[in-house]
C-alpha cells in the first residue's frame, strides 16, 4: 500500500499533519468551541423555505458574487459598511485561505503570536507562506509595544491577531493593532471569530477600517449564530480588497443552499444571539469554579476557557472522556481548554472534573 512518502508531495509539506480536532461523539462535546445550543424551530422554518426555494433552481449555477448574503453581512456589522466592504466563504479558514492567496505565497511571509489558532500555520503551509512567530506578553498578552516590536523586526507581508485569542480567550487590544499596522505595508488581519462572547461594549477592529486599506477583519457565523455545520465565513474590509480576494476564489465558491441558509439565519439575528448571554454566563461561572477547585483559569472572551495547573492533562483528558466529555488538550503544557455549553453541560462537566483536581 503506497504511503504519503511515496507520492511526489511538495517537499515543503512533508513532515507535516492536517488539522487534528478529536471527533468522538460522545454525551458533551466541550472541545472545538462550538455553540452548544440549538438553533431555535421558527429560524430552522425559515431557512427550510429559503433553501426549498433555492433547490428550485439548483440546477443553475449560484449568484456567483452572492450580493444579497453580503448585503445582510453589511447589515449585521454595521459601522458604514455595503456589500463592497464584504466578503463570504466556507468558514473562516477558507476566508484565511482566500487572504493568504491574494497576499501571501512563496517569499512571502505571515506573522503570528503563539500560542493561537491551530490553523494559521496549516494554512501558510498549503499557501507556501512562510509562518513567523513573535512571543506574547505574560498571560498571553500582546501590548502594543510588543505588536510593533514584532512587526518592525520581522517585516512580515502579512500579520494575524486572533482576537479574542483561541486557545486562550484573550483579547487584543485597538491599541495594538494600531501599533501593528503603522509599522508595516503589509496586510494586517484581525481574526474576530470569537468577538460576540466579549463583554458588551467592547469595541471591535471595525472600528479600525476607515482609512486602513490594508486591515482585514474576519468573522465567522459558527460560533455564536450556532452555524459550525453550514460552514459561512467572511470578513470586512476596503473594497480593493475584495477585489484582490476575487482574483483567488474558486467560481461559485458558495454553493446556492449556503447562500440561503446564511441569509435565512441573519434574518433572525436577535433570536440568533440571545443564546449568547446564557454561554457568557456559563464561561464565566467555568473560570470561577476551576479556581475553586485548584485550577488556574484564564480571563477569557471568548466561549471557552483556557486553564493551567493541571498535571497530567492526557489523563484528566482520557477520564473525562471515558465519562462521555470530551474536551481539549492544545498541546500547552499542564494546560486544558473546555468549551462553554449550556448550563446542563457546564454542570456535569465541573462536577466530573472536580475530583480530579489538584490536591
Not at 263 to 277: I, K, Q
Amino acid at each position: 500500500m503506497t504511503s504519503l512518502d511515496d507520492l511526489p508531495i511538495r517537499d515543503d509539506l512533508r513532515g507535516k499533519k492536517p488539522y487534528g480536532a478529536p471527533q468522538a461523539h460522545v454525551r458533551i462535546e466541550l472541545n472545538v468551541n462550538e455553540n452548544t445550543h440549538p438553533v431555535p424551530d421558527v429560524v430552522i422554518a425559515d431557512i427550510l423555505g429559503r433553501t426549498e426555494k433555492a433547490l428550485r433552481s439548483i440546477n443553475r449555477y449560484p449568484d456567483r458574487e452572492f450580493v444579497g448574503l453580503r448585503s445582510a453581512l453589511a447589515e449585521y456589522l454595521g459601522h458604514g459598511l455595503s456589500a463592497a466592504n464584504v466578503w463570504a466563504a466556507n468558514g473562516s479558514n477558507e476566508v484565511i485561505q482566500h487572504i493568504l492567496q491574494a497576499f501571501g505565497g512563496p517569499g512571502r511571509s505571515v506573522l503570528g503570536f503563539p500560542p493561537t489558532y491551530s490553523m494559521y500555520p496549516l494554512l501558510a503551509a498549503g499557501t507556501g507562506t512562510t509562518w513567523i512567530t513573535a512571543a506574547r506578553d505574560a498571560d498571553f498578552v500582546i501590548s502594543p509595544e510588543t505588536a510593533a516590536r514584532a512587526v518592525a523586526d520581522a517585516q512580515p507581508d502579512l500579520t494575524f491577531f486572533c482576537a479574542p485569542n483561541n486557545p486562550t480567550g484573550t483579547p487584543v487590544s485597538l491599541d495594538a493593532i494600531v501599533a501593528a499596522y503603522e509599522q508595516t505595508d503589509g496586510i494586517v488581519v484581525v481574526d474576530e471569530a470569537y468577538v460576540e462572547f466579549a463583554p458588551a461594549g467592547t469595541p471591535s477592529a471595525l472600528t479600525l477600517l476607515e482609512g486602513r486599506p490594508r486591515l482585514l477583519v474576519s468573522r465567522t457565523m459558527s460560533k455564536a449564530f450556532a452555524f459550525a455545520g453550514a460552514r459561512v465565513g467572511y470578513l470586512a474590509a476596503d473594497p480593493a480588497v475584495i477585489d484582490a480576494l476575487r482574483l483567488v476564489r474558486l467560481p461559485y465558491h458558495l454553493s446556492a443552499l449556503t447562500q440561503a441558509a446564511a441569509e435565512g439565519a441573519l434574518a433572525h439575528t436577535e433570536l440568533m444571539l440571545a443564546m449568547v448571554d446564557d454561554i457568557r454566563t456559563q464561561r464565566d461561572r467555568i473560570v470561577v469554579q476551576l479556581a475553586r477547585l485548584g485550577f488556574t483559569p484564564y480571563p477569557s472572551e471568548a466561549n471557552f476557557v483556557l486553564f493551567g495547573n493541571v498535571a497530567d492533562p492526557h489523563a484528566i483528558f482520557e477520564q473525562l472522556l471515558a465519562e462521555g466529555i470530551i474536551i481539549r488538550d492544545v498541546g500547552i503544557p499542564n494546560h486544558l481548554r473546555v468549551t462553554a455549553g449550556t448550563e446542563s453541560e457546564t454542570s456535569e462537566f465541573l462536577a466530573r472534573i472536580a475530583p480530579l483536581a489538584p490536591r
